[in-house]
Structures are given as structure tokens and as C-alpha cells.
């Protein structure tokens, strides 16, 4: 698995219109329909960090990217995976052989995670955090674990009560997926979750630039 994480940056209009043009009509759609800016450059430079990656992991010239009926994205004709999240100022996207999916989430004060947690978070997960010292914290790393495995399995956020995320892995219709909390973002929740083991892959951060021109993380099994 690799995974790239890019902050947010400005584009002229040059720039966003030549990198809008290369993602999905779909997403296409999407990003002009934003009210605000950075939601669009989220969308568009998200997108074209994924075709970046599939192109230089993957060797993949003609990428062409569907989606399912719960509106995530796949490639139909390819043995490749990826998935993009992005908040706040960063945007990621994770690669693999294997089914894969990311989340990243800005802790945002103005949410409510009592209520939230509720509707969200299993009793044993609820009682954890109330049981936490830091309630908001443990709030977050919960949810980023759910929405990855939820990515990762390509299904809707209806699941979320359904899946019980544990520190490495979850159970989800009776198949295993494997989890990992990535730290070093401070203010953000960041997780991964693949049907590959990952519980001993590293995360280093690399001078390398991608195509966008931002730095990237690397997570080697």
C-alpha cells in the first residue's frame, strides 16, 4: 500500500480548469457546484492525486474510474485499488493491490459528538468514549476508522453501527478487515483500512514531489 497526502493549495484558473478536465464527469460536476472554493479544490486536486499515483505505481495511461451505487469510486477493468478523503487544508489518497480505503477528518470543534456519537458508534465504542480522556480525540480516531473500513468494503454510512473497529482490524460480514491509526497530523484523525495486513506497515514522510507538486507519505507493508 501507498499512501500520498498533499495540502491544500491555491490554483489559478488555468491550472484548475487544465486539472478538472482530467478527473470524472461526475466529479466534474460536482466541483463546480460547490458553493465554496476549497470544497472544489478538495475534489479536484484529491482526483488527480489518485490518477497520479495509478500512473506511477501502476504503470496506468487510460485510467477510467466508475462508481458504485453508494457513490464510491473503483476501476472496473483493473487489478488496482484506491481511495481519497481529504479535510481541512490536506488531501490523501491510498493505492493497493487490495481493497483499500482512507479518511482523514479535521477534529472540528462545532461537532456535537455526544449526539453524533449516538448515531454513530456502537455501546462498547460509546462507553470508550466517555470513558476517555480525550473524549474528542477518541470521537474522531472512531469515526476515520469507520469510514475507512466503510471505503474499504464500498458500502454507505448506513453501516456505521454495524462495524465494531478494534486498535488493528474489524469484522465486517463475517470477513476481516485490517486497520491502521496514522499519527503525526496534529489536529486531524487519519486511518487505513485494506483486506491486506497492514498492522506493520511504516510511515515516512519523502522529499519527493508528485506531479502536483506536493509532498507525499509513503506506507511500505
Not at 76 to 83: D, G, H, I, P, R
Not at 183 to 209: R, T
Request: hydrophobic share 35%; net charge positive.
Amino acid at each position: 500500500m501507498i499512501i500520498h497526502a498533499a495540502e491544500l493549495i491555491e490554483l489559478n484558473s488555468g491550472q484548475y480548469e487544465s486539472l478538472l478536465r482530467k478527473i470524472p464527469k461526475e466529479k466534474q460536476r460536482q466541483a463546480d457546484r460547490f458553493r465554496h472554493r476549497q470544497d472544489s479544490l478538495r475534489t479536484v486536486l484529491g482526483y488527480n492525486l489518485a490518477l497520479t499515483m495509478l500512473e506511477k505505481y501502476f504503470g496506468m495511461k487510460q485510467i477510467h474510474i466508475e462508481f458504485n451505487p453508494y457513490g464510491r469510486p473503483y476501476l472496473s477493468k483493473e487489478n488496482a485499488f484506491f481511495s481519497i478523503s481529504h479535510s481541512g487544508k490536506w488531501v490523501v489518497c491510498a493505492v493497493d493491490k487490495v481493497p483499500v480505503g482512507i479518511d482523514i477528518q479535521k477534529q472540528f470543534q462545532v461537532w456535537d459528538i455526544w449526539s453524533v456519537g449516538q448515531e454513530a458508534l456502537t455501546e462498547k465504542e460509546y462507553d470508550r468514549m466517555r470513558r476517555s480522556a480525550d473524549s474528542r480525540a477518541y470521537f474522531f480516531d472512531c469515526w476515520c476508522r469507520k469510514e475507512a473500513a466503510i471505503k474499504c468494503i464500498g458500502k454507505g454510512l448506513f453501516m456505521m453501527r454495524e462495524i465494531e473497529t478494534g486498535k488493528g482490524s474489524c469484522m465486517v460480514e463475517n470477513k476481516r478487515y485490517y486497520l491502521k491509526q496514522i499519527k503525526g497530523f496534529s489536529g486531524y484523525s487519519f486511518a487505513v483500512c485494506s483486506e491486506g495486513d497492514i498492522s506493520n506497515c511504516q510511515v515516512e514522510i519523502s522529499p519527493l514531489l508528485n506531479a502536483i507538486g506536493q509532498p507525499y507519505l509513503k506506507v511500505r507493508r
